[in-house]
């Protein structure tokens, strides 16, 4: 399980927005959509949680 992602807070009022890799945010959930995976995300310097699509860069599941 990686600890740091790539990705980075949506909230524009978060001090880490648009930054990647500082390690703030984390996944918390999957759910299965019909495209595919989403993932939740948690942000533990503001606390917004959202959900973006997994990205598929082994092509998994197709
Ligand atoms: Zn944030």
């Given at each position: 399980m990686p600890r740091?992602?790539?990705v980075a807070c949506?909230?524009?009022s978060c001090s880490l927005f648009g930054i990647a890799g500082k390690?703030?945010?984390t996944v918390y959930g999957t759910y299965q959509i019909n495209s595919g995976k989403m993932r939740k995300y948690v942000?533990?310097?503001c606390g917004?949680?959202?959900?973006?699509a997994s990205v598929q860069d082994h092509q998994e599941g197709i």
């Open positions: 740091f992602l790539d949506p909230n524009e390690g703030n945010v942000c533990h310097t917004t949680k959202y959900a973006l």
